[in-house]
């Protein structure tokens, strides 16, 4: 079956540019996406990219693709301790019968040390 | 705010009993998952209703089922409880399949 792979953590300073990596191994994936989760709440979808798209930035946030590697990556610019989070990367995966099934990585906690 | 609620927010129980999830999707979400994050398996998918009817399942045990009711509001039960289920408990609900709501998550405790 389908898999998304994430290192486990990440430290970084304030201040510093954080890049979370991502590989995947479906290669019918539609979008892909970068969900954060806060402590002690759900998930929250951060941003998303279409699979046919190599680059998309929002803010301090931007997400590169390498669909013939399979690799998703987001770099978080000027890195803030509010940005501490798990950051889980998620592949949606082409239609079948009728249904799209998303898979979500283990997800990396960022630590942003002050 | 997602949109979503989960009740109840934590749950104790004892090995070998049943409890109750429950789910309000957001208005006018049709769908809706089911997640269970635990430290050493990470978020896994259970299982997916559309609309009242079972969609997909991912890694949902025998011993666990739900269904979606015509208000559209989901329950999972979780039956002959053991330690090992103890794990936060995620709803989340979505229009196109696209973008994915999640709620604040039931806490599970099995002593």
């Known amino acids: 079956g389908e898999d998304v792979e994430q290192s486990l953590f990440l430290s970084v300073r304030e201040g510093d540019s954080s890049v979370i990596n991502c590989t995947y191994t479906?290669?019918?994936?539609?979008?892909l996406y970068w969900y954060k989760q806060e402590p002690g709440a759900g998930l929250q979808l951060l941003t998303y990219?279409?699979?046919?798209?190599d680059m998309k930035q929002d803010q301090r946030l931007t997400v590169l693709l390498n669909k013939k590697d399979k690799h998703l990556s987001l770099r978080i610019a000027d890195t803030q301790t509010g940005d501490s989070a798990i950051y889980f990367c998620?592949?949606?995966?082409?239609?079948?019968?009728?249904?799209?099934?998303?898979?979500f990585g283990t997800g990396t906690k960022l630590q942003v040390i002050p | 705010d997602s949109g979503v609620t989960q009740t109840p927010k934590h749950l104790i129980t004892a090995t070998g009993q049943r409890v109750t999830l429950r789910c309000s999707p957001r208005s006018g979400d049709l769908s809706v998952y089911w997640y269970q994050q635990s430290l050493d398996q990470g978020l896994q998918f259970l299982i997916q209703y559309y609309n009242g009817e079972e969609r997909a399942k991912g890694n949902i045990l025998e011993r666990f089922s739900a269904q979606q009711f015509p208000d559209l509001h989901s329950e999972l039960n979780l039956s002959s409880l053991e330690l090992g289920d103890s794990a936060l408990y995620f709803c989340?609900?979505?229009?196109?399949?696209?973008?994915?709501?999640f709620g604040p998550g039931t806490r599970l405790t099995v002593l």
């Open positions: 990219i279409f699979s046919n798209m």
């Open positions: 479906d290669s019918s994936s539609t979008y």
């Open positions: 989340a609900s979505s229009v196109s399949g696209h973008e994915q709501f």
């Open positions: 998620a592949e949606k995966g082409a239609n079948s019968g009728g249904y799209q099934k998303v898979t």
